[in-house]
């Protein structure tokens, strides 16, 4: 596919967004088309880069940039959408904002058995620098561990939304509540909080050295 420039993809959606507030009023064929050419010329400018759309009732469409949580491209998003032109009636977004913990995620709730709300989770060391988690649940076991680290991983990224969830954890596990200190874990609706009071317990002292606030 030839590599685009991001203004040709700006021109396209202005000269075309209005298909886009049609698409509940399209046939199957014709909204998957409209999708697909989405898709297409996003994807001609950098190969990484997804959409939500949201075009409610009443209310704003809002066209979401996004690179699924990966920070690696969260520049590229923010600089693609800053030359986003004025389209009337749209919201133009880089990265997905926090949603409900069970959001898109009625499928794998029904496959699983487990409701994300009873996952509990803590912080794998207490080195205020480090991101990696540990959610736990009492049915977790070996046989199951793939698709409760999937449900895990989709609802921390529902909980934190994209950026957060790109920056702000590092490894996800997954393991048997048996298997916590009770005396560290917290439910897993409290993530987000949790990570607002370790960033803010840290500062650089006079010597540009890490600190901890106690």
């Known amino acids: 596919m030839i590599k685009l420039p991001k203004r040709h993809f700006w021109e396209w959606f202005k000269c075309h967004h209005k298909e886009y507030l049609e698409l509940k009023n399209k046939s199957a064929k014709e909204a998957r088309y409209w999708l697909q050419e989405l898709n ?26 996004t690179v699924r949580g990966n920070a690696r491209h ?9 030359t986003a032109p004025e389209i009337p009636g749209w919201s133009i977004r880089a990265l997905q904002d926090t949603m409900p913990v069970d959001f898109l ?14 996952f509990f989770f803590s912080f ?50 997954v393991a048997n509540l048996s298997l916590a200190d009770t005396d560290e874990i917290h439910q897993l609706e409290e993530l987000p909080v949790r990570i607002s009071m370790r960033s803010s317990s840290l500062f650089v002292d006079d010597h540009g050295a890490l600190q901890c606030m106690h």
Do not use: W
Not at 74 to 82: C, G, I, L, R, S
Not at 105 to 118: A, F, N, V, W, Y
Not at 138 to 158: K, R
């Open 40 to 65: 297409a010329h996003l994807r001609a400018y950098f190969k990484f880069l997804g959409f939500t759309l949201v075009v409610p009732h009443q209310g704003t469409p809002t066209l979401t940039v």
């Open 124 to 173: 794998a060391t207490n080195d205020l620098r480090e991101r990696d988690i540990i959610v736990y649940h009492p049915l977790c076991a070996d046989n199951n561990e793939y698709h409760l680290l999937q449900l895990a991983s989709t609802a921390i990224y529902n909980l934190l939304g994209e950026r957060s969830f790109g920056t702000d954890i590092g490894t996800l596990e």
């Open 105 to 118: 995620l009625e499928k794998q709730m029904e496959d699983t058995g487990i409701d994300p709300r009873e």
């Open 74 to 82: 969260f520049k590229k998003v923010d600089a693609f959408v800053a």
